[in-house]
């Protein structure tokens, strides 16, 4: 069958990422296969995913985020600003996104304030499936409202799973989401370098 032929594939330092991915990762998301990959950290992942071209689409910027959202996601998104401050103004506009922080603080999550956000402009939405700051799980209702109205608007949705792994049954393709990351290092029990 297809899972034991997979265990025959060989194995080396080209593919493991790929094979760890499918074979532990994708099993706890729920995932495709062929999906997940293994990357060294969050901080990792948010530059990977700033980089790419698809968040650029007919020159949307903007990125909506909460206040909540764990130190490598918004320093990720200043850090992509920061590496143009030099630039012409012209060049500054057409690259550098537009972050919106929905203010959350020390209040339960409420999808409103994101969904509000959410218009013709926006490229991404990154937010914690649980909170590291309030430790509150994002229940799957909202964060599938959110992907609905995202992606009517032709905008990617990134949720930050790394405090859900272990605590909660993550089921990516019910949710909806784009992109799911995380990291095995807490409640995953795994040792550091464990992002996903």
């Given amino acids: 069958d297809e899972d034991n032929q997979e265990k ?65 996601v918004i320093q990720s998104l200043y850090a992509f600003n920061q590496q143009f401050e030099n630039y012409p103004p012209e060049i500054k506009s057409a690259v550098q996104l537009d972050i919106a ?38 229940q799957d209702e909202a964060i599938q409202r959110i992907v609905e109205k995202a992606h009517a608007h032709g905008a990617i949705v990134a949720i930050d799973g790394y405090h859900a792994i272990g605590s909660h049954q993550t089921d990516v393709q019910k949710l909806g989401v784009d992109i799911y990351f995380g990291g095995l290092l807490k409640e995953g029990c795994g040792s550091s370098g464990n992002g996903f």
């Avoid at 062929?34 to 995913?49: A, F, G, K, R, W």
């Avoid at 209040?107 to 909170?131: R, W, Y």
């Fill in 101 to 138: 922080i929905a203010e959350m603080g020390k209040n339960d999550f409420d999808p409103e304030k994101i969904l509000a956000e959410i218009d013709d402009q926006t490229t991404l939405v990154v937010l914690s499936h649980v909170g590291f700051l309030r430790g509150e799980l994002v």
């Fill in 8 to 72: 025959k594939r060989p194995v080396g330092w080209w593919n493991l990422p790929e094979v760890i991915g499918d074979r532990f990762i994708a099993r706890l998301l729920k995932a495709p296969k062929s999906s997940c990959i293994m990357l060294p950290n969050v901080t990792t992942i948010m530059q990977q995913l700033l980089s790419c071209r698809e968040l650029n689409p007919s020159g949307r910027r903007k990125v909506i985020t909460t206040d909540g959202e764990f130190s490598a």
